[in-house]
Nanobody, 124 residues
Framework: QMQLAESGGGLVQIGDSLRLSCAFSERTFSGHQMGWFRQAPGKDREFVAVITWSGSKTYYAESVKGRFTISRDGVKNTVYLQMNSLKPDDTAVYYC?????????????????WGRGTQVTVSS
């Protein structure tokens, strides 16, 4: 069974940067998209970004566009989320997930496999 493991979360200050990683236990394939979601206390789960298996396409939520960058490394079987200019509203548990749905998958139900999440807290 495919398993995903997030890492890289932590406590940072406003304006700081953080790089999240998500390691896949098995190799992904051409039909996969790898995405990031986040969920803050009292809020619904929110789509953040998604990338195709090949890395040829990316799609971002408007709230993070220009600040976050999603990427993948097929050799390392890992997807990354580089987060810059962090704001308090970015505070959430961040989840990586795998989808085989149609591009671009933006809903939680379009993702079949999820990691356990990593906490990102932005404070000052």
């Amino acid at each position: 069974q495919m398993q995903l493991a997030e890492s890289g979360g932590g406590l940072v200050q406003i304006g700081d940067s953080l790089r999240l990683s998500c390691a896949f236990s098995e190799r992904t394939f051409s039909g996969h998209q790898m995405g990031w979601f986040r969920q803050a206390p009292g809020k619904d789960r929110e789509f953040v970004a998604v990338i195709t298996w090949s890395g040829s396409k990316t799609y971002y939520a408007e709230s993070v566009k220009g600040r976050f960058t999603i990427s993948r490394d097929g050799v390392k079987n890992t997807v990354y989320l580089q987060m810059n200019s962090l704001k308090p509203d970015d505070t959430a548990v961040y989840y990586c997930a795998l989808s085989t749905g149609l591009w671009p998958p933006r809903l939680s139900r379009e993702y079949s496999t999820w990691g356990r999440g990593t906490q990102v807290t932005v404070s000052s």
